[in-house]
């Protein structure tokens, strides 16, 4: 069973086990338009909460992803080098962006479920 | 529009927010022997005069000078003197084109979209690489960021430069790494050791930085040197300060460079006093998104016909603040539409044979000169600057010959003033305006000063 969290950038956090797949939520995209390039970490480097974790251009900005939680990036999503926008289509699906092995599996324990996400979006609009 | 200028509250209360107790305090950094202080250094200029009288006065200054045009001129080390056609002038002054900088609403000038797509696309065939920006500053403000650049794709933060790169290039390159905090390597000075810098390379390089041909005009095969770069997993930065040689040898591209930097002010742009100069800038697709500077794209609009536009600005600093690649938030617009403008005239077999020229006028020049007794050609292998030997300091024979009318190259120690082993050293160059009787007034004024 997955666990589903989200954080106020604007990134999805699933966690399977011990590795959480990061990527950008649908309103995130929307927001960026066209999305023509993601830079990605290396394989095999640890980053800690807050860390810069990968890149994501669109036709209008440029803005970075931040680990929202710390740990060792195990995978990173290969085919959004030749089709970013898979992150237009599929944001919370093929669109992800990096696996991170958690350092701390509480870590997850402040971020906000689907529903409080979706609170979150209507009070912020 | 009305001039509002700042209030005396307005000052207090941006000097209040930054924390700096007056003006003063603002420029603690420069040397208080380099300040100007009204009380007790005060300026020293004249009263004032009429502008007939200040343009009298300046014209007898200007006089004193021994211009390029004017007499026998040998002076070369990174900024040549060619005939630039006048039409090239004509051209670059019609309004539609005249500007310093590329536009703020740059697609609604597709005529300045389109030369800089067309510079981009010359830059990129002469240096022999994929992409080229619409230029920077000059070759060597484009060389310091070449580095920056490596850093970035490498994700190293040592430079070795080799110890034929302009000094000057040298110190804008440790300039900006300093305040980047990363490391530079330069090798001593060597007028012929390129390829020295193969066993400075380690893991940790992040690119090598190899000049051909170099300050002292020696010719390099940059391949053995991308080869050892590249098993290191660092990059070749290949540096050329005179864009016509590549009409002569191979491109740094078809070497193996990573990333191609060049001065380009010998076509198109004059001596002009050092500058405004263009520099050049190219690389690989594959580092594109690291590159600095802007860069013209061609597209199609909405009804399928050809437009240009500025194309991957997310690098730019407008947009990406202070993670974008560079500070440099235009160009060099108006001597890269006189490079254009002049490469276009020249066409591929112009440029050419002007590059043959050059260095038939070379070939000839070093054989009037090594035929001065006492004068040595230190140069193997070069294009149209070699570097000689004469018996006596190079600054005094350099003085000498300009007494006698001839402006005969730059002494190394002017370059390197702490190289004491070169001090004896001029860079001499030639291009396609030296003549028969140049080069006579040139080897007997030699012989005269060292007699």
């Not at chain 1, 993601?38 to 669109?58: C, F, M, Q």
């Not at chain 2, 539609?96 to 000038?109: D, G, H, I, M, N």
């Not at chain 2, 170099?214 to 997993?233: K, Q």
């Not at chain 2, 860069?295 to 050809?306: F, H, P, Q, Y």
Request: charged residues 25%; negative net charge; hydrophobic residues 40%.
């Amino acid at each position: 069973m997955s666990t589903l969290r989200y954080t106020k950038d604007h990134e999805w956090i699933r966690l399977d086990g011990e590795t959480a797949t990061i990527g950008i939520t649908n309103y995130a995209q929307e927001q960026l338009g066209d999305v023509v390039f993601v830079e990605l970490p290396e394989v095999g480097k640890e980053v800690a909460a807050g860390d810069e974790a990968a890149v994501v251009e669109s036709v209008k900005a440029a803005s970075e992803v931040y680990a929202p939680v710390a740990g060792e990036v195990v995978e990173v999503n290969e085919a959004l080098t030749d089709a970013p926008d898979k992150v237009n289509e599929d944001p919370q699906g093929d669109g992800w962006f990096v696996k991170i092995k958690l350092a701390d599996k509480t870590a997850l324990d402040g971020l906000m479920d689907e529903d409080a996400y979706k609170a979150f979006l209507e009070e912020s609009a | 529009m009305r001039y509002l200028p700042l209030t005396e509250a307005d000052r207090k209360a941006m000097l209040k927010r930054i924390g700096a107790k007056d003006i003063d305090a603002l420029f603690v950094d420069v040397p208080p022997e380099a300040r100007l202080d009204s009380s007790d250094r005060p300026v020293d200029l004249p009263r004032r005069r009429s502008e007939l009288e200040v343009e009298r006065t300046l014209t007898r200054m200007a006089g004193r000078n021994v211009s390029a045009g004017a007499v026998p001129f040998f002076v070369g080390a990174g900024a040549y003197k060619h005939h630039v056609p006048a039409t090239v002038d004509h051209l670059i002054q019609r309004s539609e084109f005249l500007t310093a900088y590329t536009p703020y609403q740059p697609e609604v000038s597709q005529g300045t979209l389109q030369y800089l797509f067309e510079f981009q696309t010359q830059v990129a065939l002469l240096t022999g690489m994929e992409v080229a920006n619409a230029s920077m500053y000059d070759g060597s403000t484009g060389c310091g960021e070449a580095v920056l650049m490596a850093e970035r794709v490498t994700k190293r933060r040592k430079a070795v430069l080799s110890g034929g790169l302009h000094p000057q290039y040298r110190a804008v390159v440790e300039n900006l790494s300093h305040f980047g905090g990363s490391t530079v390597h330069a090798l001593p000075p060597a007028i012929n050791g390129e390829e020295d810098i193969v066993s400075a390379i380690d893991s940790e390089t992040a690119c090598v930085v190899v000049q051909t041909p170099n300050v002292y005009g020696s010719l390099t095969d940059l391949e053995p040197i991308a080869r050892a770069a590249h098993e290191n997993g660092a990059l070749l930065i290949a540096v050329v300060t005179e864009v016509v040689s590549l009409g002569a040898v191979r491109s740094p591209g078809e070497m193996g460079a990573d990333i191609v930097v060049a001065e380009g002010q010998s076509l198109g742009v004059g001596l002009s006093f050092g500058g405004p100069y263009v520099g050049l800038f190219a690389t690989r697709e594959k580092f594109l998104r690291q590159m600095p500077g802007r860069l013209a794209g061609e597209t199609v609009d909405g009804e399928g016909k050809r437009g240009y536009v500025l194309t991957l600005s997310t690098r730019e600093q407008h947009i990406r603040r202070e993670r974008a690649t560079s500070n440099i938030c235009t160009n060099s617009g108006l001597c890269c539409l006189a490079f254009t403008i002049h490469l276009s005239l020249l066409g591929e077999k112009g440029f050419r044979d002007l590059a043959r020229l050059n260095h038939h006028n070379a070939c000839l020049l070093a054989d009037r000169l090594s035929g001065v007794k006492g004068v040595e050609v230190l140069t193997p292998a070069f294009f149209n600057e070699f570097t000689i030997r004469t018996p006596k300091p190079g600054a005094e024979v350099v003085e000498a010959l300009a007494e006698k009318g001839i402006l005969g190259g730059v002494p190394v120690s002017r370059l390197e003033p702490t190289a004491d082993a070169f001090g004896d050293l001029i860079v001499v160059a030639s291009t396609e305006v030296n003549t028969d009787e140049d080069r006579d007034a040139y080897q007997t004024a030699l012989k005269e000063v060292l007699a």
